[in-house]
T-cell receptor
Framework: QKEVEQNSGPLSVPEGAIASLNCTYSDRGSQSFFWYRQYSGKSPELIMSIYSNGDKEDGRFTAQLNKASQYVSLLIRDSQPSDSATYLC??????????FGIGTKLQVIP | DTAVSQTPKYLVTQMGNDKSIKCEQNLGHDTMYWYKQDSKKFLKIMFSYNNKELIINETVPNRFSPKSPDKAHLNLHINSLELGDSAVYFC????????????????FGPGTRLTVL
């Protein structure tokens, strides 16, 4: 079983819609959870971090964490073409080690 | 203004050569990392140093040797390069407070694209 699982996509949504990205993880002791955005040919950029169960909102982004289900999600409201990128889910488990998922490619169609 | 910088940005070399990649951060962080992102875009941790001490050493061929002269710098030396070493190598940094809970938000450099011919 992969430590951090994501659907590689592509996930296509029309402009203005809500994009929903999902991630599951295997280590129940995981402490911190992150979403990174990576444009083609660029480096990963941290966009959201979440540490406790529930929702965390930042602008158009909402991260959701459910530790009992070992599930993390990212919602992007009012999706824009500029949101088209690969979104990497990352989980901090054992001592300072952060494990990344394969990433979900999001395409926002104008 | 660059937070995490890497040199060189591109590196093209022949099999069997030895090469180095350098990384510097000016964020005042105490922990630095090397990641490898292969052709399938999977990002995998290789090494991590906290205050010049090696704390993560994943299953990586011993041809790869990291070196941290101080907490703002982390270099990666690769001996006897092989075709399979071709990838993008990312440096990252974070602030990790030993003995205290830390969230480990990592900030990445621009990457070094290594091509082994």
């Amino acid at each position: 079983q992969k430590e951090v699982e994501q659907n590689s996509g592509p996930l296509s949504v029309p402009e203005g819609a809500i994009a929903s990205l999902n991630c599951t993880y295997s280590d129940r002791g995981s402490q911190s959870f992150f979403w990174y955005r990576q444009y083609s040919g660029k480096s990963p950029e941290l966009i959201m971090s979440i540490y406790s169960n529930g929702d965390k909102e930042d602008g158009r982004f909402t991260a959701q964490l459910n530790k009992a289900s070992q599930y993390v999600s990212l919602l992007i409201r009012d999706s824009q073409p500029s949101d088209s990128a690969t979104y990497l889910c990352a989980v901090k488990g054992g001592y300072q080690k952060v494990t990344f998922g394969i990433g979900t490619k999001l395409q926002v169609i104008p | 203004d660059t937070a995490v910088s890497q040199t060189p940005k591109y590196l093209v070399t022949q099999m069997g050569n030895d090469k180095s990649i350098k990384c510097e951060q000016n964020l005042g962080h105490d922990t630095m990392y090397w990641y490898k992102q292969d052709s399938k875009k999977f990002l995998k941790i290789m090494f991590s140093y906290n205050n010049k001490e090696l704390i993560i050493n994943e299953t990586v061929p011993n041809r790869f040797s990291p070196k941290s002269p101080d907490k703002a710098h982390l270099n990666l030396h690769i001996n006897s390069l092989e075709l399979g070493d071709s990838a993008v190598y990312f440096c990252a940094s974070s602030q990790v407070l030993r003995g205290r809970p830390s969230y480990n938000e990592q900030f990445f450099g621009p990457g070094t694209r290594l091509t082994v011919l």
